[in-house]
């Protein structure tokens, strides 16, 4: 989005304390701007380790729009706009390859499509936030560069104007530096939505009596091992899984081998070959009913869902249920199409673990 109508592009440019004169040299300029930049920064910084909280802005609890908003307004006695969508409209837009210190990063971390989330970069690929939820929530600095934060990424915003140097003048330059920890040419932001990552997983289910009224609730087991890669240049999450199951109700053992792929690690599809060993029989009011071709090229396929995933500091946890077909073709003769649906659908819902490296 363009910021148009407005007499000059980044909105701060003398709208602050201590704003230098339109006449001044580029060499006071970029000082002065940098010395503005320093004291949000700095006053940003105050507020490390302050607990995430709703609408909070003192050191009772902040959110992430409420850190700017206070930080804007004691270090330059400015009132900016009090939600991320906000800041997001009101700023002047820029590269993410163009951020320096003091500016903002956007973040779109929901399915709504709006900017959702907020932070002041910091210098070398990090920022300074308020997080609402994660490892580690409250006042932070993360990095552009972690998984979650590079595939949420969506822009950067400038408030006040840039230096035609990456670094900042004496005396801002020492300031950044000892606020931040880093300073030097920033990391293109942009950059990080183009790595993939990779992931481990492994997950175990109970496969239930949804459609067998035979007394029995558990039908069998399911597990899964999973190497995954997620790319975000284009966001989609890929899969290859081995699938080891026991089905009680036919009788055999199966082991799937599969390919998933979704736009998320909360929804995915898979298919592929399955294994299968034993003689598929499945009990009926009439008696046996036999099946075969369990072993295909072509053998299975189905859905996988997780409503949500908890994160932890040695990896993610997440609830799920799987609704899958197996090629099993029935051998008897006449028609039993209840007996063959339940031979050939398979529920199960169980707990599964991915490690990112």
């Known amino acids: 989005m363009c910021v148009?109508?407005?007499?000059?592009?980044?909105?701060?440019?003398?709208?602050?304390?201590?704003?230098p004169a339109a006449a001044a040299s580029s060499e006071a300029k970029d000082?002065?701007?940098?010395?503005?930049?320093?004291?949000?920064?700095?006053?940003?910084?105050?507020?490390?380790?302050?607990?995430?909280?709703?609408?909070?802005?003192?050191?009772?609890g902040m959110d992430c729009s409420g850190l700017i908003y206070t930080s804007f307004k004691e270090a330059l006695s400015v009132t900016v706009p009090r939600s991320a969508s906000g800041l997001y409209d009101w700023s002047e837009k820029i590269n993410a390859d163009k951020l320096q210190p003091g500016d903002l990063v956007f973040f779109k971390t929901d399915k709504s499509g709006n900017v959702t989330h907020v932070g002041i970069y910091a210098g070398g690929n990090r920022f300074i936030h308020s997080a609402s939820e994660g490892p580690k929530t409250g006042v932070i600095y993360s990095d552009l560069d972690e998984r979650y934060w590079a595939q949420a990424f969506y822009g950067a915003g400038r408030a006040l104007p840039g230096s035609g140097s990456d670094t900042p003048q004496t005396p801002a330059k020492q300031h950044i530096a000892d606020a931040d920890g880093k300073t030097g040419k920033p990391a293109a932001a942009a950059n990080s939505a183009t790595k993939s990552h990779f992931m481990l997983g492994l997950a175990a289910a109970p496969t239930w009596n949804a459609f067998h009224s035979d007394g029995k609730i558990i039908r069998g087991f399911a597990g899964q091992v999973r190497l995954g890669v997620e790319t975000f240049a284009i966001p989609m999450i890929f899969g290859l899984e081995m699938r080891p199951e026991w089905d009680g109700a036919l009788g055999v053992f199966r082991m799937p081998f599969t390919l998933?792929?979704?736009?998320?690690?909360?929804?995915?599809?898979?298919?592929?070959?399955?294994?299968?060993?034993?003689?598929?029989?499945?009990?009926?009011?009439?008696?046996?009913?036999?099946?075969?071709?369990?072993?295909?090229?072509f053998g299975a396929a189905g859905v996988t869902a997780a409503p949500f995933i908890i994160k932890s500091s040695i990896g993610e946890f997440a609830p799920y249920g799987e609704l899958a077909w197996q090629a099993y073709f029935p051998d008897s003769k006449g028609k039993n199409p209840g007996a063959d649906f339940i031979a050939g659908i398979r529920f199960s819902t169980g707990l599964r673990y991915t490690w990112r490296p």
């Open 4 to 19: 148009c109508g407005r007499v000059f592009a980044a909105p701060l440019e003398r709208g602050f304390d201590q704003a």
């Open 31 to 60: 000082a002065a701007y940098w010395e503005a930049r320093y004291k949000v920064l700095a006053a940003a910084g105050k507020y490390e380790k302050t607990p995430y909280r709703y609408g909070g802005m003192d050191r009772g």
């Open 260 to 297: 998933s792929w979704g736009i998320n690690d909360k929804f995915r599809i898979f298919a592929g070959p399955v294994f299968s060993v034993g003689d598929p029989v499945l009990k009926t009011a009439n008696g046996d009913r036999h099946y075969s071709n369990g072993t295909m090229w």
